[in-house]
């Protein structure tokens, strides 16, 4: 299992609006290319220098094929959105992650 991490400052003229998009439309939209099971949204909980709130939005999907397949075929068109609605107020990065074991605590497992 990999998870795609995009983490995102976003500054607080348009977080609101943002916060929206997110939710309603960006984070659907990925999840709708069938390419991932899920998403997490996390708020990063540190203070940037720069100011502006830190996001960190977790795909999970089932392996770096698909993942490269995303980046291929939907990535672009999907990134392009957000570069145009809130330019140099969102800073972005990415990152991939492979999961090696996941612990729960006695009952708690969510399978």
Known sequence: MIIYN?????????H???MIWMQHK???EVIATGKFSSARMVR??????????????????DGKATLE???Q???PKLREEGIK??????????????VVSEHFQAGMDPK
């Open 73 to 75: 075929e939907d990535a």
């Open 26 to 28: 960006h984070i659907p």
């Open 44 to 61: 990063v909980l540190i203070e940037e220098e720069m100011g502006g709130l830190t996001y960190s939005v977790q795909y999970t999907t």
């Open 6 to 14: 995009v983490t995102t400052n976003i500054h607080e003229s348009v």
């Open 69 to 71: 397949k995303y980046y």
């Open 85 to 98: 609605l809130f330019g140099d107020k969102m800073l972005s990065f990415r990152t991939e992650l492979k």
């Open 16 to 18: 609101d609006q943002w």
